[in-house]
């Protein structure tokens, strides 16, 4: 719910710019880049139980779960093809794919820094 809530703030606070939904592409890629971040500590940590596991299940799959949204950006992109911007749809499926891909290796990055 917490996830959810958040990513309705964001969407109401980031515009659309020139057509494309940059609030759902800004929160998956923030998210990419939490989840990542949560995982590295998380797993050097210790073995996935206890504390470890319910923190993983509540932050990760809960609030990450809920505050990314892929499945709104494939509306958005087919959205964006239907209203006659196939490149534009492309473009934005993409660029989340690939950045999102980007954003958790940075993050998996950022917690093996913040680890040693």
Same mark, same amino acid.
């Given at each position: 719910?917490? /996830?959810?809530?958040?990513?309705?703030?964001? /969407? &109401?606070?980031?515009?659309?710019?020139?057509?494309? #939904?940059?609030?759902?592409?800004?929160?998956?890629?923030?998210?990419? =880049?939490?989840?990542?971040?949560?995982?590295?500590?998380?797993?050097?940590?210790?073995?996935?139980? /206890?504390?470890?596991?319910?923190?993983?299940?509540?932050?990760?799959?809960?609030?990450?779960?809920?505050?990314?949204?892929?499945?709104?950006?494939?509306?958005?992109?087919?959205?964006? /093809?239907?209203?006659?911007? #196939?490149? &534009?749809?492309?473009?934005? =499926?993409?660029?989340?794919?690939?950045?999102?891909?980007?954003?958790?290796?940075?993050?998996?990055?950022?917690?093996?820094?913040?680890?040693?």
């Amino acid at each position: 719910m917490l /996830g959810t809530g958040a990513r309705y703030e964001a /969407g &109401q606070l980031i515009p659309a710019m020139a057509g494309l #939904p940059l609030a759902t592409m800004l929160v998956n890629l923030i998210g990419c =880049f939490a989840l990542g971040l949560l995982l590295e500590l998380l797993v050097r940590r210790g073995p996935d139980r /206890g504390w470890l596991r319910l923190t993983r299940l509540h932050l990760g799959t809960g609030f990450l779960g809920a505050f990314t949204t892929y499945s709104a950006m494939a509306v958005e992109t087919v959205d964006l /093809g239907w209203a006659g911007h #196939p490149v &534009q749809a492309a473009g934005y =499926f993409l660029a989340t794919l690939l950045l999102g891909a980007a954003m958790t290796v940075l993050g998996i990055w950022a917690g093996a820094r913040w680890s040693r």
